[in-house]
């Protein structure tokens, strides 16, 4: 069974201050994880897809990056703006596309 | 370019009554999905279709029921609403290989 675990659950930041958010996971077969943004009251938000391990992403403050066995989002100098919850996901090599999504890093950046 | 959009966005129920959720989405995507969100549980897939007329069980399917009779819409019906179905619905629609796209959800609350 894919399994997905992100951590930490809840992240507290001042402006400026780096950090990295973790996605490890188990997959039968991995085709892709994806990094989503979601705000309150949304759907989540496509960020990144990561397909092998060694690969990077980068988009304004984000850049996430894969091993085979986990992958990171960091945030690099973040603004409130960044505030939201995280989530990752990994998509196997199974018939239906099947996604398995983790419970979301929640990320408050402070003034 | 709407992407998907579910209808309702909120909507309250007694116990026992039924109602159905529509998704709908303008990206000629196979895929579809139906998601419910709760707090500190993720995503979890309740039906998914991998084409017009085809439907199947995801992980949480009990009490849900779905049609895909066109290509651009996914219907989720609750037959007899229970108060344990509470929560946030997602659709999500996808190209194989590609990062699923997500509607705005549906807020379902049962008295």
């Known amino acids: 069974e894919d399994q997905v675990t992100q951590s930490p659950e809840a992240l507290r930041l001042q402006e400026g201050e780096s950090s990295s958010l973790n996605c490890s996971y188990t997959?039968?077969?991995?085709?892709?994880l994806f990094w989503y943004r979601q705000d309150p009251g949304k759907g989540p938000e496509f960020l990144f897809t990561?397909?092998?391990a060694g690969e990077e992403k980068e988009k304004e403050r984000l850049k996430a990056t894969l091993t085979k066995k986990e992958s990171f989002l960091h945030i690099t100098a973040p603004k409130p703006e960044d505030s939201a919850t995280y989530l990752c996901?990994?998509?196997?090599?199974?018939?239906?596309?099947?996604?398995?999504f983790g419970t979301g890093t929640k990320l408050q950046v402070i003034p | 370019n709407a992407g998907v959009t579910q209808t309702p966005k909120f909507r309250v129920l007694k116990t026992g009554q039924s109602m159905t959720l529509l998704c709908a989405q303008d990206m000629n995507h196979e895929y579809m999905y139906w998601y419910r969100q709760d707090p500190g549980m993720g995503l979890r897939l309740i039906h998914y279709s991998v084409g017009e007329g085809t439907t199947a069980k995801g992980e949480v399917p009990d009490g849900y029921n779905v049609s895909r009779l066109k290509k651009q819409n996914f219907l989720l019906g609750l037959e007899s609403a229970a108060p344990s179905q509470t929560s946030v619905y997602f659709c999500?629609?996808?190209?194989?290989?590609?990062?699923?796209?997500f509607g705005d959800g549906t807020r379902l609350s049962i008295l």
């Open positions: 990561l397909y092998s």
């Open positions: 997959v039968s077969g991995l085709r892709g």
């Open positions: 999500a629609s996808l190209t194989p290989g590609q990062p699923q796209h």
């Open positions: 996901a990994v998509l196997n090599s199974g018939g239906y596309q099947k996604v398995t």
